[in-house]
């Protein structure tokens, strides 16, 4: 069974600039959440989406936001880039009908570079 | 709300030795507690979960942890160091039906020859 994959792996943008990133989840998997990893913060959470929808949000900026598509499949944007914005971004995936209980998936992230 | 505390952000042990990394945790739900291990360069691998069916839980790799409810606390143990436990390793909470996984900032784990 193929894991959760996530495209670009890297990625380099200029400040200003936006990005999109993408996350296809574990077949069968309808639970998709992002994770923002840095030095400094830690791992935050930002958001979960089930069945195209957003189910809840962490403390990030509108800057931040995403989408899930009926395959499951979502995307997450960051529009006009920050310094700061440099991170590993992390998806994880579950069947998302257990409750919190349920074991997240998580792949193998996207750095993200901002100069 | 929830909040992790990992006691420790690098832990050195020798090949052979005890690893112990500790974790305390605060919930205002029955918790639902997860520890995590991250290599460099990759994504975090599931070690264990407790979910409520038992206080003592095994994991892969010949890890445990115990779950502590007096104590707030979920320690990860492993009798045996190995070279290849050296990464990092999250402590993670999440409940009721939040998928929110709320992480610790991580302890470093270094194992010496």
């Known amino acids: 069974k193929a894991g959760v994959t996530q495209t670009p792996r890297y990625l380099i943008k200029t400040r200003g600039q936006q990005v999109t990133l993408s996350c296809s989840p574990i077949?069968?998997?309808?639970?998709v959440s992002w994770y923002q990893q840095t030095p400094g913060q830690g791992l935050q959470f930002l958001f979960e989406y089930f069945s195209e929808t957003q189910r809840n949000k962490g403390n990030f900026p509108g800057r931040f936001s995403g989408r899930q598509f009926s395959n499951s499949r979502s995307e997450m944007n960051v529009s006009t880039l920050e310094l700061g914005d440099s991170a590993l971004y992390l998806c994880?995936?579950?069947f998302g009908t257990g409750g919190g209980q349920e074991t997240q998936y998580f792949g193998p992230g996207t750095r993200l570079l901002v100069l | 709300a929830q909040s992790v505390t990992q006691l420790g952000s690098h832990v050195s042990v020798s090949e052979g030795a005890l690893v112990l990394l500790r974790c305390n945790y605060s919930?205002?739900?029955?918790?639902?507690l997860f520890w995590y291990v991250q290599y460099p360069n990759q994504g975090l691998q599931l070690l264990l979960k407790?979910?409520?069916?038992?206080?003592l839980v095994k994991g892969i790799n010949g890890f445990e942890a115990e779950f502590k409810k007096s104590e707030t606390s979920f320690h990860l143990t492993k009798p045996s160091a190995h070279m290849s436990d050296a990464a990092e390793y999250f402590c993670?909470?999440?409940?009721?039906?939040?998928?929110?996984?709320?992480f610790g900032k991580g302890t470093l784990l270094t194992v010496n020859p």
């Open positions: 919930s205002s739900v029955p918790p639902y």
């Open positions: 407790y979910t409520s069916a038992a206080t």
């Open positions: 994880a995936s579950s």
């Open positions: 077949s069968g998997h309808r639970s």
């Open positions: 993670a909470v999440s409940g009721g039906s939040n998928y929110k996984l709320t």
